[in-house]
């Protein structure tokens, strides 16, 4: 599902990602981990086609965006879920009517969408809050609010960076638990982590931990083709198995 | 995206953004006003109109005359007042005359006396004071004298000076209103600056979050340029309506109007509801002001 093959970017004089090569098929959660400042939003914000890498291939969905045109990139968007501290939820309107805008622009219809909204911001815990406007929510309200949107409507790639970031434990747990819902439903999953526990507890859930460390990734990036994202005895529980590979 | 979601994103834009697009409208609106109100503005005055005045003596008393008065009477009374010393000369305006005057100098607005008798203003002495001194209060002076003569029932003082003092009021009330909507587009336009440029991290941060989500930029753009379209045809009907009713009651209640045309008052009414616009847009920048604490 996506696939990230030499991918070079540089900020400034200082190469954030040095030939990154990533892989995460359907049905896999890959935590990325790593310190500050070792390339994990960019990474992310790559595989989210929120940037273009200066060399390298990114594929989403069977298509390099990269060899992609500017006005064709909204389309794959539409199957990304994507979650950052930047992208914030659109003041003014309720959670809710956030959630069911992302799912709009995917395609569903709006009653579909309310459905749909109503489960994912059950998902993460925040349902009580769905028809609050953004103004009136808590700061992890509102981040719960956001993962929702990006987990909203399973899309076949979800990309959350630090998702757990200022989460009581109690709701880390929740986003842990609707990423790997989703992974289990099929999508791919990429999550990067400053949290070490929610890392943690994603690794023991079955999910392949990358270490990237100052725009190289150290340790389970894998060789393409090399990683299994599916349980090798062909088991549908859905959980994932990952062998890390250097 | 479809033509459902694009409404359904319209709605909620319009929502989130009510201040925002009220005061698109209201810049619209005071930009019509101020067009339209240009416009009007440009037409000279009643007392521009009018042209520079007739030669004429400095000071003119009129003496009206009573009606019953008999013609020897009248000539005797014109030759006792040709006699009078700073008396530059007399003339008997019949109340005719009088009237095709007084049509004459009220030039436009003379249909105030259409249906009016012939007999609407009596027989009058025109009485032209030299020059020298201080003829406006000689005739004041002979106004008073006049007034208590027998067979006069009434004088009034023509002052050549006041239309100059009149003119100059012109002037002084033109350059005011120009002055004043200088400072209120001005006002407006900072404060519509500031309020682009605080709004505009805000905007970007939400652009990319919509781009995220999967929204080209003809999804993106649709509900907001049937929003500002929205605003920009209301503001300007709603600026045009309100040239139109000023500039009507101006015209339709003002008899006289000082030296002023109805364009002029009309002006007047506008900046002050261009100041109202602006005083809208600035609480549309108000909460963005009070959020950044």
Same mark, same amino acid.
């Given at each position: 599902?996506?696939?990230?093959?030499?991918?070079?970017?540089?900020?400034?004089?200082?190469?954030?990602?040095?030939?990154?090569?990533?892989?995460?098929?359907?049905?896999?959660?890959?935590?990325?981990?790593?310190?500050?400042?070792?390339?994990?939003?960019?990474?992310?914000?790559?595989?989210?086609?929120?940037? $273009?890498?200066?060399?390298?291939?990114?594929?989403?969905?069977?298509?390099?965006?990269?060899?992609?045109?500017?006005?064709?990139?909204?389309?794959?968007?539409?199957?990304?879920?994507? $979650?950052?501290?930047?992208?914030?939820?659109?003041?003014?309107?309720?959670?809710?009517?956030?959630?069911?805008?992302?799912?709009?622009?995917?395609?569903?219809?709006?009653?579909?969408?309310?459905?749909?909204?109503?489960?994912?911001?059950?998902?993460?815990?925040?349902?009580?809050?769905?028809?609050?406007?953004?103004?009136?929510?808590?700061?992890?309200?509102?981040?719960?609010?956001?993962?929702?949107?990006?987990?909203?409507?399973?899309?076949?790639?979800?990309?959350?960076?630090?998702?757990?970031?200022?989460?009581?434990?109690?709701?880390?747990?929740?986003?842990?638990?609707?990423?790997?819902?989703?992974?289990?439903?099929?999508?791919?999953?990429?999550?990067?982590?400053?949290?070490?526990? $929610?890392?943690?507890?994603? *690794?023991?859930?079955?999910?392949?931990?990358?270490?990237?460390?100052?725009?190289?990734?150290?340790?389970?990036?894998?060789?393409?083709?090399? *990683?299994?994202?599916?349980?090798?005895?062909?088991?549908?529980?859905?959980?994932?198995?990952?062998?890390?590979?250097? | 995206?479809?033509?459902?979601?694009?409404?359904?994103?319209?709605?909620?834009?319009?929502?989130?953004?009510?201040?925002?697009?009220?005061?698109?409208?209201?810049?619209?609106?005071?930009?019509?006003?101020?067009?339209?109100?240009?416009?009007?503005?440009?037409?000279?005055?009643?007392?521009?109109?009018?042209?520079?005045?007739?030669?004429?003596?400095?000071?003119?008393?009129?003496?009206?005359?009573?009606?019953?008065?008999?013609?020897?009477?009248?000539?005797?009374?014109?030759?006792?007042?040709?006699?009078?010393?700073?008396?530059?000369?007399?003339?008997?305006?019949?109340?005719?005359?009088?009237?095709?005057?007084?049509?004459?100098?009220?030039?436009?607005?003379?249909?105030?006396?259409?249906?009016?008798?012939?007999?609407?203003?009596?027989?009058?002495?025109?009485?032209?004071?030299?020059?020298?001194?201080?003829?406006?209060?000689?005739?004041?002076?002979?106004?008073?004298?006049?007034?208590?003569?027998?067979?006069?029932?009434?004088?009034?003082?023509?002052?050549?000076?006041?239309?100059?003092?009149?003119?100059?009021?012109?002037?002084?009330?033109?350059?005011?209103?120009?002055?004043?909507?200088?400072?209120?587009?001005?006002?407006?336009?900072?404060?519509?600056?500031?309020?682009?440029?605080?709004?505009?991290?805000?905007?970007?941060?939400?652009?990319?979050?919509?781009?995220?989500?999967?929204?080209?930029?003809?999804?993106?753009?649709?509900?907001?340029?049937?929003?500002?379209?929205?605003?920009?045809?209301?503001?300007?009907?709603?600026?045009?309506?309100?040239?139109?009713?000023?500039?009507?009651?101006?015209?339709?209640?003002?008899?006289?109007?000082?030296?002023?045309?109805?364009?002029?008052?009309?002006?007047?009414?506008?900046?002050?509801?261009?100041?109202?616009?602006?005083?809208?847009?600035?609480?549309?920048?108000?909460?963005?002001?009070?959020?950044?604490?």
């Amino acid at each position: 599902m996506l696939r990230i093959l030499g991918v070079s970017v540089r900020l400034g004089d200082k190469m954030a990602l040095d030939e990154v090569a990533l892989q995460a098929r359907a049905g896999e959660l890959v935590v990325v981990e790593g310190g500050r400042g070792a390339g994990k939003t960019t990474l992310l914000q790559v595989a989210a086609t929120m940037r $273009f890498p200066d060399a390298g291939e990114v594929w989403v969905a069977g298509r390099d965006v990269t060899a992609l045109q500017r006005t064709s990139l909204p389309y794959v968007r539409r199957n990304v879920g994507y $979650f950052a501290a930047g992208l914030p939820l659109l003041g003014g309107m309720t959670v809710l009517e956030n959630v069911m805008l992302a799912l709009g622009a995917r395609g569903a219809d709006p009653a579909r969408a309310r459905e749909l909204g109503m489960r994912a911001l059950g998902r993460v815990g925040v349902l009580g809050a769905a028809t609050r406007r953004i103004e009136t929510l808590s700061t992890a309200e509102v981040r719960l609010g956001g993962i929702a949107r990006a987990l909203a409507g399973a899309p076949s790639l979800v990309v959350l960076d630090d998702p757990a970031a200022g989460l009581a434990a109690s709701d880390a747990g929740a986003v842990l638990s609707a990423l790997l819902g989703a992974v289990e439903a099929g999508a791919a999953a990429l999550c990067a982590s400053a949290d070490g526990s $929610f890392a943690a507890a994603a *690794v023991r859930a079955g999910a392949r931990r990358v270490r990237l460390e100052a725009g190289h990734v150290l340790a389970g990036g894998g060789p393409i083709g090399v *990683v299994a994202s599916r349980r090798p005895d062909g088991g549908d529980e859905g959980v994932v198995r990952v062998e890390a590979h250097r | 995206m479809t033509a459902v979601w694009v409404l359904r994103r319209t709605v909620l834009e319009l929502r989130r953004q009510g201040w925002s697009l009220a005061a698109l409208a209201a810049t619209f609106a005071l930009a019509s006003m101020l067009a339209a109100g240009y416009r009007l503005g440009a037409a000279p005055s009643a007392l521009e109109r009018r042209g520079p005045p007739a030669a004429g003596p400095p000071a003119e008393v009129i003496a009206y005359l009573r009606d019953d008065l008999e013609r020897p009477a009248t000539n005797k009374l014109r030759e006792a007042l040709t006699r009078l010393p700073g008396v530059e000369r007399v003339a008997l305006v019949s109340g005719d005359e009088a009237l095709v005057k007084l049509r004459r100098q009220l030039g436009e607005r003379g249909r105030l006396l259409e249906g009016a008798d012939d007999g609407l203003l009596p027989a009058s002495l025109e009485v032209w004071l030299a020059a020298g001194g201080d003829p406006v209060t000689r005739a004041h002076q002979l106004a008073w004298r006049l007034q208590r003569l027998d067979g006069i029932v009434d004088a009034d003082v023509i002052d050549a000076r006041a239309d100059e003092r009149a003119e100059g009021w012109v002037a002084a009330v033109k350059q005011g209103r120009t002055l004043l909507l200088g400072a209120v587009v001005l006002g407006g336009a900072a404060v519509l600056v500031c309020g682009a440029l605080l709004g505009r991290r805000r905007r970007r941060e939400e652009l990319r979050a919509l781009l995220a989500l999967g929204f080209t930029r003809r999804a993106l753009l649709a509900p907001l340029v049937l929003l500002a379209s929205g605003a920009a045809v209301i503001g300007s009907a709603c600026g045009l309506g309100a040239v139109a009713v000023a500039r009507n009651v101006a015209s339709s209640t003002l008899v006289f109007d000082g030296g002023l045309t109805a364009g002029d008052w009309s002006l007047g009414l506008l900046a002050a509801i261009g100041l109202g616009a602006a005083i809208g847009i600035s609480h549309g920048v108000a909460p963005d002001v009070v959020d950044a604490r």
